[in-house]
């Protein structure tokens, strides 16, 4: 099954109290051109020249961490994981992006694919997640600030809005260098 997304044809729904009304799951080949389809309208097109894009460049398009939101067959959000490595190490993901639907913002829907994409990543082994994104917001989900220097995206990043959660404990001093698709 395909997905679509149709962002002129997407209404505004009626206020949703509770996130979890629509079906989530893994990602799936079928999904990746609707969920480009989002991430260009959430980012633009200068996107692709951010930092983070460049570690996704030639990776593959799908981990299995990868989830999406549906709303009756019609992607409603969108995140990705990327495998990376980190300096020498590996069991590294990097998060983004994540994509809402505008008519389906603030409702819940991103921070539910961000805490059930890091229980799977965790789950698996997977030691530590990055991205590059806002503080406040990610703070919820146990990202903190990366320490200057210590990990290094290519391209110019704000330092403080590179972070990172451990999903292993003590997993933060075992990473650092340069951030590299692990593809």
Do not use: W
């Not at 990746?32 to 460049?57: C, K, N, Q, W």
């Not at 809402?100 to 997977?126: D, K, M, T």
């Amino acid at each position: 099954m395909t997905l679509s997304l149709d962002l002129d044809t997407v209404a505004a729904p009626a206020p949703v109290s509770d996130p979890v009304a629509f079906p989530s799951r893994a990602a799936m080949a079928d999904d990746l051109p609707a969920m480009e389809i989002l991430h260009d309208a959430a980012f633009g097109p200068g996107a692709l020249t951010r930092s983070a894009y460049r570690v996704r460049e030639g990776q593959p398009p799908s981990t299995p961490f990868c989830r999406v939101l549906l709303k009756e067959g019609t992607l409603v959000a969108a995140i990705r994981f990327t495998a990376v490595t980190i300096g020498d190490r590996g069991d590294a993901l990097m998060l983004g992006p994540l994509a809402v639907a505008p008519a389906f913002a603030n409702q819940g829907h991103g921070r539910r694919l961000i805490a059930e994409g890091l229980a799977a990543a965790g789950a698996s082994g997977i030691a530590i997640v990055i991205l590059v994104g806002d503080p406040p917001y990610y703070a919820r989900f146990g990202f903190k600030r990366v320490l200057p220097g210590r990990i290094l995206m290519p391209g110019p990043v704000d330092p403080h809005r590179l972070l990172a959660a451990e999903l292993l404990t003590d997993a933060a001093a075992l990473y650092a260098g340069r951030v590299a698709g692990a593809g």
